[in-house]
């Protein structure tokens, strides 16, 4: 039975049974004024068009009250004696009854399919409410996402007060509607959603008036065990990712530790050679191999340190936690101090600084961004060839400053250019070229932390990295310091 | 040798304590060492050590508080130790009284130098100014406001000559961001570290040979500068 209709008040109710009345009488009258010309038999016949349309719009109800009223109005209008309810004649007394037996049963059968063609509606309409639910919840795999349709589709189709959502879990929460007020009683209603686990939650139901009907709990269950049945195939769905990325993590972490006890044991190789050969006697204490011995272990020492260095960094990145503290700097003086430091590493490569002075401040990190330039160039020195030229650019690019570190070295194929900023990704085989693979990632990370970008590029002679950074922080823009000119 | 300094080492690690214990003792220093905030606090106040060398990582409090607490009534230098990429707990630390630091892994010759401008700092807290300050081939003059290369006078202007000064005649010691903008500018300004780069970048103009590659002018990258003169 239709909610809507089933909800019809008392009002509207009498209303139908005045109608009914009220055409009865008006049919009466009519017969009433034509009463000589037509036949009583006739008459009778006449009456039972509006019956059959009584209860045909408005139910068995209207129609049986017509029924017996249009049986007393027929006898004390149409049969003679008039105005009494007395009957002389034997033919009238079998008229009444036929009447009377014709009229009820018109009513029943026209009633009764009438409660049938509502229910077959009802049925429908519930069929179509369950086909909507469900393609609204086919494919979702979010929680919120799917308690917020289930909890919508149920308002709706119970019109109650309140609907309330509530799912269990690692992560509980409880899904209103609507959302400012809740009702304070409790729910006239409760469905659990039930799968075969266990319960995944329950719905709630503030309904005063009126009272949820049978058929409307065995739709809401309906709808229930619809949820439930979203709500576990969004639950696999997130195991099942979740085992995916555990997988890929896993698997990331012994491409981590094979590439990081390759590249620590180097080191240590040669420390421990270097303080073992030291301690026994098979070096002299005025041998030349001494000094060297010595210069390996420190060395040794610098490079083990700066690989514990990236690794630290590494995770830092990874977890987040690399805030940048972000201050006004010059970076001619961060260039000029990494390239300094780095003259001895460069060794036969030629550096060519073009970062102007009249570049305005950069808000960045200044040991993060020293970092950056160190691992470009260092990796530009690794890989390109000896007495080539590494040159490092900037300049400024609407409100962001452009950098460029590009060497004369290999270039990149295409399809690698995005892959060589991913940690431990390697071109060469990892053992003919020493580091962790981890400095281009570092850079990513820390210009990422500084909302820029960082991509690498092909050039004719070589390959470039690339990378902007926002000149612009906290909403403004570079400041232009007033500066004492003056001397003493 | 009792008149030898007398150097207390807070440190949790045993490997440390001893290679510091051993160079130190080597040199011919005394050393007494703790391996715990609340052991060296009290060792502090027994002995009174010319020197203390703090690590920032102990097990039972935050060497920054350790800091503090020992300059509620000692002013002997404190020597800060921690590792790397804990800029933010070093500033901190030197903020709240520490003289110096040194970030591990370090070479023995950073702590022996480090050392060597403790005992002279606490030795001449006073009567730095008037003092004629010698670095490479400049000559800094703090009283007259006069600075030379060789013979010929660099022309400063006054906040350079300000900035110089600070850093001069505290030679030897690291100085945070946040202690010069104070102290040159103004408590107003500490965090205008902005001025600082500026100022510095044009004051090594003046007077570095490679202003790249700074001999007298170091900067402590995160922490601030240090200024190199002759000992």
């Known amino acids: 039975m239709n909610f809507a209709m089933r909800s019809s008040s008392f009002i509207s109710r009498f209303g139908q049974y005045l109608f009914a009345f009220g055409l009865i009488a008006v049919i009466t009258a009519t017969f009433f004024a034509l009463r000589d010309a037509l036949d009583t038999t006739l008459i009778a016949l006449l009456y039972l068009i509006p019956l059959g349309l009584i209860t045909a719009l408005w139910g068995l109800g209207p129609g049986i009250t017509s029924a017996l009223i249009t049986f007393l109005t027929f006898n004390y209008f149409f049969i003679p004696p008039y105005y009494t309810f007395a009957v002389h004649r034997p033919t009238d007394v079998v008229i009444l009854v036929i009447f009377l037996i014709v009229a009820i049963v018109i009513s029943q059968l026209v009633g009764r399919m009438q409660v049938s063609l509502a229910a077959a509606t009802a049925r429908e309409r519930e069929a179509t409410q369950l086909y909507e639910l469900s393609t609204a919840l086919a494919g979702l795999h979010d929680e919120r996402a799917i308690a917020e349709i289930l909890a919508k589709q149920v308002q709706d189709v119970s019109q109650g007060e309140a609907v309330e959502l509530s799912i269990t879990g690692t992560q509980p929460f409880a899904f209103r509607l609507p959302e400012s007020i809740m009702p304070t009683r409790l729910p006239e209603w409760v469905v659990p959603i039930q799968v075969a686990r266990g319960a995944l939650g329950e719905i709630r139901l503030w309904r005063a008036a009126p009272a949820i009907t049978s058929s409307e709990k065995r739709l809401l269950q309906t709808f229930a065990s619809q949820g439930a049945l979203a709500l576990e195939r969004a639950r696999l769905a997130q195991a099942e990712s979740r085992a995916r990325v555990l997988e890929e993590s896993d698997r990331l972490k012994s491409a981590i530790l094979s590439s990081v006890s390759h590249e620590l044991r180097t080191p240590l190789s040669t420390i421990k050679a270097a303080s073992s050969s030291l301690r026994s006697n098979e070096v002299s204490w005025d041998s030349a191999a001494r000094p060297e011995l010595i210069a390996a272990i420190d060395d040794e020492a610098d490079h083990l340190n700066m690989l514990v260095g990236n690794l630290l960094d590494m995770s830092r990145i990874e977890s987040g936690a690399l805030k940048p503290k972000r201050e006004w700097n010059i970076l001619p003086e961060i260039v000029g101090s990494v390239l300094a430091r780095m003259k001895h590493l460069a060794g036969e490569h030629q550096l060519e600084v073009d970062v102007p002075e009249s570049l305005p401040l950069v808000p960045v990190d200044y040991v993060q961004m020293e970092q950056v330039f160190t691992n470009l160039v260092s990796n530009s020195v690794k890989y390109a060839p000896e007495k080539t030229v590494i040159r490092v650019r900037a300049f400024v690019e609407g409100e962001s400053i452009h950098v460029l570190v590009s060497n004369q070295g290999p270039q990149v194929p295409q399809e690698h250019l995005e892959r060589i900023f991913d940690k431990f990704f390697r071109i060469t085989a990892a053992d003919r070229v020493t580091g962790t693979g981890l400095g281009l990632s570092i850079c990513k990370g820390i210009i990422e932390a500084h909302s820029g970008r960082i991509w690498a590029e092909n050039m004719p002679d070589g390959l470039a990295f690339n990378f902007t950074l926002p000149l612009i922080w906290e909403g403004a823009p570079p400041p232009q310091l007033p500066m004492d000119t003056e001397t003493e | ?231």
């Open chain 2, 1 to 231: 040798m009792t008149n030898a300094p007398h150097i207390l080492v807070i440190d949790d690690e045993p490997q440390i304590q001893r290679a510091i214990r051993t160079i130190l003792t080597e040199k011919g220093f005394r050393v007494t060492t703790a391996s715990r905030g609340e052991e060296g606090l009290t060792l502090a106040a027994v002995n009174e050590p010319d020197i203390v060398i703090l690590d920032l990582g102990l097990p039972d409090m935050d060497g920054v508080e350790v800091c503090t607490r020992l300059r509620e009534w000692t002013q002997c230098p404190i020597i800060i130790l921690s590792v790397r990429d804990s800029e933010r707990d070093k500033v901190a630390a030197l903020d709240k009284g520490a003289d110096d630091y040194l970030t591990k892994p370090f070479g023995i010759e950073e702590l022996l130098a480090r050392v060597r401008v403790a005992l002279r700092h606490s030795a001449s807290k006073q009567g730095m100014q008037g003092k004629v300050i010698h670095a490479g081939s400049l000559t800094i003059d703090l009283a007259w406001h006069i600075v030379r290369r060789g013979d010929e006078e660099i022309k400063l202007t006054a906040t350079e000559h300000k900035l110089l000064a600070y850093l001069a005649s505290n030679h030897g010691r690291v100085l945070t961001h946040q202690s010069i903008l104070t102290h040159v500018w103004d408590p107003a300004d500490a965090d205008h570290t902005e001025y600082l780069r500026v100022y510095m970048r044009q004051l090594r103009k003046k007077l570095e040979v490679d202003p790249e590659r700074p001999q007298y002018i170091l900067t402590e990258p995160g922490i601030g500068y240090r200024f190199i003169a002759d000992e």
